[in-house]
């Protein structure tokens, strides 16, 4: 008798030490979508797009849309990055955050501190849940100018319309018990925070540092390994300010690859860390495979 196929499978979790500090790769989960022309290389002909597709062994009609969201154990606070999509989402196959977390030996409760990176729904749907909030004991922590934005709502466009919406659902509950960051800020010893706008009017990264070991958290400041990474100066339909968001990129990669800098990126393949290399005509995606394992 032949065995059942058992279907699809990855591990929703990955944990590695750098210097004194835990870091907890949690899969949220992952979309599959039309792509990557549209969203990625808006700017570019279908037949380049597609090229550049069968140079690196990925379709050229359709994609997938990976979400990883962060936790940093510095020893003393339990720090997450992002809450991903949420439960309701979890038809679509996204917002399994919590699923991981619990599969990583973690609870909600123990959250010390919630970083949101930028207010798009991928990263803030998760923090309430049935109209709740989802890390009851977790101090709040949002982008200044990113959360004035979104708040404000003055030039949203129409395509952002419904992004604004849960916004004031999942994130304006929680202005009052909030801290607010801005280049150079601390979210706690080790963790600081970067300006990397353009994605979105106030996107953040975060710089990681432990005994003389360094993590580099870009987010969405590129948002697939082989389109916007190799390729950065190509338009991406999600930018708010797409020159901005170029130069952003650039600047990034430029530092990564030269600081030989590990880094995460919420977009990238699952476990979503590895390195970039410079190459002769852009960038390239380095997954990390057991360099991590030794500490």
């Known amino acids: 008798m032949s065995a059942p196929m058992l279907g699809f499978k990855r591990p929703n979790h990955w944990r590695f030490k750098l210097g004194a500090f835990e870091i ?6 992952q979309l599959h979508m039309p792509g990557p022309k549209p969203p990625f290389g808006t700017d570019q ?7 550049h ?9 359709k994609m997938e849309n990976s979400y990883t969201c962060t ?8 720090v997450l990055f992002d809450t ?3 439960s309701a989402k979890q038809a679509g196959g996204q917002g399994f955050l919590l699923k991981a977390m619990a599969e990583a030996g973690y609870t909600p409760d123990q959250v010390d501190i919630v970083v949101t990176t930028h ?3 991928d990263h803030f749907l998760g923090l309430m849940e049935g109209g709740q ?16 934005y979104w708040k404000k709502g003055d030039d949203v466009p129409d395509w952002r319309v419904p992004t604004r919406e849960g916004f004031l659902k999942n994130c304006l509950p929680f202005e009052d018990k909030s801290t607010f960051i801005k280049e150079g800020s601390s979210v706690t010893p080790g963790i600081t925070a970067v300006e990397a706008f353009g994605h979105s009017p106030g996107h953040m990264a975060f710089n990681i540092e432990s005994e003389g070991q360094r993590l580099y958290i870009w987010n969405d400041v590129t948002n697939h390994y082989v389109m916007s990474l190799q390729r950065p100066e190509w338009g991406v339909h999600f930018d708010h300010d797409k020159p901005a968001a170029i130069a952003t990129r650039k600047r990034t990669l430029d530092m990564v690859a030269h600081d030989k800098c590990l880094a995460i990126g919420f977009h990238m393949p699952f476990p979503a860390f590895g390195y970039v290399d410079k190459t002769a005509d852009g960038y ?4 990390a495979s057991y360099q991590m394992n030794f500490s």
Request: glycine letters at 8%; hydrophobic letters at 30%; aromatic letters at 8%.
């Open 53 to 61: 597709c069968a140079a690196n062994h990925i379709p050229s009609d």
């Open 84 to 86: 991903g999509n949420g």
């Open 284 to 287: 390239r995606w380095v997954p």
């Open 133 to 148: 909030p989802t890390y009851k004991n977790a101090k709040t922590v949002f982008g200044e100018k990113e959360f004035a």
């Open 45 to 51: 002909t279908p037949e380049t797009v597609a090229a």
């Open 71 to 78: 936790m940093i154990n510095t020893g003393k606070q339990l």
């Open 24 to 29: 907890i790769q949690l899969h949220d989960g």
């Open 119 to 121: 207010c798009h729904p």
